[in-house]
């Protein structure tokens, strides 16, 4: 065992050394400066700014911008430490609505690097302010048009220690790129330009804000939308892309509070809460969350770099975030249909005799879960009819003809969908079965049974504990009936689950297991009832967020052979 060293005295840390740790906290990369520079630029009410980086922000980060500017007597305290115009008194905290105000990044570059300023206030004269390593060279005028330029260079030379942790400079570049992506998202009012060794990397003139996000994550603007949400103090604004925009990442999930970008997990889970239902396992959004809150309802100093937030109303503000994202997803879920198609409903779904449930039990065929029998199969869909079937591909899509479109429907997934909406709108009269299926949970699935019984029996799903984790089913509803012996138990591990919606879990698994298969035939009468009938659903969804068709018009496909558009 390692002996205890003696304890040292308790001394005060000298001014040079803590200085040091300070800016190894607030300075400690390339992206560090570049965050903390363009939020004084932006603070400073800039309508444009520059960032160059050299050796990706290693060798030098140079911000050039056209804001209010500062004379010689601000210049001279301005890197000093604690150094702020935004904030007088410790209530000024609580009503902070700058970017910056705590008066520590500049004296932390100014004590770890080679700091070089030139400011000038509109009408007033230029000075150049030269601080290394914690000492100022020099406070001089010069020549200088309004606006501030900040130059950093040598950074660390006197912190050798640091530089170990640094990246390559391509990686500290990436990294400073992604901070300048954050604050060119919050402010589309204000053009940005992005140099990297002397050649323009990005360029973002002033725009709106869907175009700004468009151009910063090369998004297609066609595919975003927004929506609101207020509450008591505050307002949720989103900018989101359809669920054709899916990505399999949430980097394109992000959040800004008072046009700072936060890591505030619990509204990004309240964005992937709304999509539920609209995006396939998987997948998540493309989704920028603003809020503009009262600064009294929030707290931004409990972290240096302004990265975390705590609010006061946080469930508030979720709840906002949830019904945003069900706003824009309902408004750019909608559809216009032909006001021609029919509204009939689909016919009764047939079902063999669910009594006795053999463990070997298989899907019934496709017939028999999806049969129409008020529409003989040997009737075929007239050529003047609103929907006329052209035929199945790839054992997939149904392909139908509407007006001018060209309609390809997935098979699984709309009748997946059907079924879907008739189970949740069911009232189950149950059947016994003849012979119960059993099986075996885990603890926490054992738990959560004896939790959920009560829920699934009011579904038509009646277990009962037959032994040490060992449960049975005795009873099935009608339209459920036909699932086979290991789906039905998968579609009951679905309410095992944690979420808080797990009816509708158990009822996307089953009506997954139920709907038709990739491969099953489908005749022409049956295609056409389904195209019908999947055509009036909104959002045009599976259960599981897939869409159900894919449309093509008649123009476009004219213009992928190159023929001319017939008048």
Not at 178 to 189: H, I, K, Q, T
Not at 192 to 218: E, I, K, M, N, W
Not at 531 to 547: Q, Y
Request: aromatic share 6%; glycine share 8%.
């Amino acid at each position: 065992m390692r002996n205890a060293e003696p304890s040292r005295r308790i001394a005060i840390l000298r001014e040079d050394v803590s200085r040091k740790i300070a800016a190894g906290e607030v300075i400690d990369r390339p992206l560090s400066i570049v965050r903390e520079l363009l939020d004084n630029s932006l603070d400073a009410g800039a309508g444009s700014v520059e960032v160059h980086l050299e050796a990706g922000g290693l060798g030098r980060v140079r911000i050039v911008d056209d804001g209010a500017g500062m004379d010689r007597e601000d210049l001279g305290r301005s890197w000093l430490p604690h150094a702020t115009s935004k904030i007088e008194t410790e209530e000024d905290l609580l009503r902070v609505t700058s970017l910056g105000f705590r008066g520590e990044a500049l004296s932390s570059m100014a004590t770890a690097s080679r700091l070089e300023i030139v400011s000038c206030r509109p009408g007033g004269v230029a000075h150049r302010l030269v601080v290394r390593g914690g000492k100022q060279e020099l406070l001089e005028p010069c020549e200088g048009r309004p606006g501030t330029v900040v130059d950093v260079s040598e950074l660390f030379f006197n912190y050798p220690a640091r530089k170990k942790f640094l990246r390559s400079p391509s990686a500290e570049a990436g990294l400073c790129r992604s901070v300048f992506l954050d604050r060119a998202s919050a402010f589309p009012g204000v053009s940005f330009r992005l140099f990297a060794d002397g050649a323009l990397r990005l360029s973002l003139p002033a725009t709106d804000p869907v175009q700004r996000l468009s151009l910063c994550h090369d998004l297609d603007p066609r595919l975003l939308g927004t929506a609101e949400a207020r509450g008591q103090g505050f307002t949720v604004r989103l900018i989101a892309a359809s669920p054709d925009g899916r990505r399999t990442d949430r980097r394109l999930v992000q959040v800004f509070v008072n046009n700072r970008r936060v890591q505030e997990y619990s509204l990004v889970q309240a964005v992937e809460f709304g999509f539920q239902g609209f995006l396939p396992g998987g997948y998540h959004p493309v989704a920028f969350v603003f809020v503009d809150i009262d600064p009294s309802l929030v707290d931004f100093n409990i972290h240096p770099a302004k990265k975390e937030v705590r609010f006061r109303t946080l469930p508030e503000v979720h709840r906002a975030v949830v019904s945003a994202t069900r706003a824009f997803l309902v408004g750019r879920a909608a559809v216009v249909l032909p006001r021609d198609l029919p509204s009939e409903s689909l016919g009764p779904v047939t079902r063999q005799d669910a009594l006795p449930f053999p463990s070997d039990r298989r899907s019934s065929p496709p017939a028999a879960i999806y049969s129409l029998p008020d529409h003989p199969p040997a009737v075929l869909p007239s050529a003047d009819a609103s929907i006329r079937y052209l035929g199945q591909a790839f054992g997939v899509f149904l392909v139908c003809e509407l007006s001018d479109r060209l309609l390809l429907l997935d098979q699984h997934a709309a009748h997946e969908r059907l079924i879907f909406e008739r189970l949740r709108q069911q009232s189950p009269v149950v059947q016994d079965l003849l012979f119960p299926l059993a099986f075996d949970a885990s603890a926490d699935e054992d738990a959560r049974l004896g939790e959920r019984s009560a829920g699934l029996a009011e579904m038509g799903i009646v277990v009962h504990r037959s032994g040490a984790r060992t449960w049975e089913v005795t009873g099935l509803a009608a339209g459920l009936a036909p699932l086979p012996a290991d789906g039905l138990v998968e579609a009951l591990r679905q309410a095992c689950g944690r979420e808080s919606e797990w009816r509708d879990a158990v009822l996307r698994t089953a009506a997954c297991r139920l709907a038709l298969k990739e491969g099953d035939p489908v005749d022409a009468v049956t295609a056409v009832e389904l195209a019908r009938n999947a055509l009036e659903l909104d959002p045009p969804r599976c259960p599981h967020g897939r869409p159900l068709w894919h449309e093509i018009s008649r123009e476009r496909l004219y213009q992928l052979v190159d023929r001319p558009v017939p008048r």
